[in-house]
């Protein structure tokens, strides 16, 4: 295996544990497309149906998913229209 498809190998692993429904990295970016306001959390499993893990409890790394996807969300101006 060369370094670059061991790279891409890590980073999509990484990709698919940020944007798994529930994860940090999904709930920023739907609480930027419901408009809802920048509040990091997220769900062990499924959303609203398993745990949530609120701000106090996550890690710096949720954090980040979760700020990542939320403010990607906002660059991409793709918002909810009521």
Not at 54 to 75: H, R, S, V
Request: proline share 2%; charged share 30%; aromatic share 14%.
């Amino acid at each position: 295996m060369t370094m670059n498809s061991d790279l891409e190998e890590l980073d999509t692993g990484l990709e698919d544990q940020d944007h798994r429904h529930g994860g940090p990295y999904d709930r920023g970016s739907a609480d930027s497309y419901y408009c809802r306001g920048y509040s990091p959390h997220y769900f062990v499993g499924n959303t609203y149906g398993s745990e949530k893990v609120d701000l106090a409890d996550m890690t710096a790394d949720e954090i980040t998913a979760y700020t990542k996807g939320f403010n990607e969300n906002e660059a991409d101006r793709n918002f909810k229209e009521w």
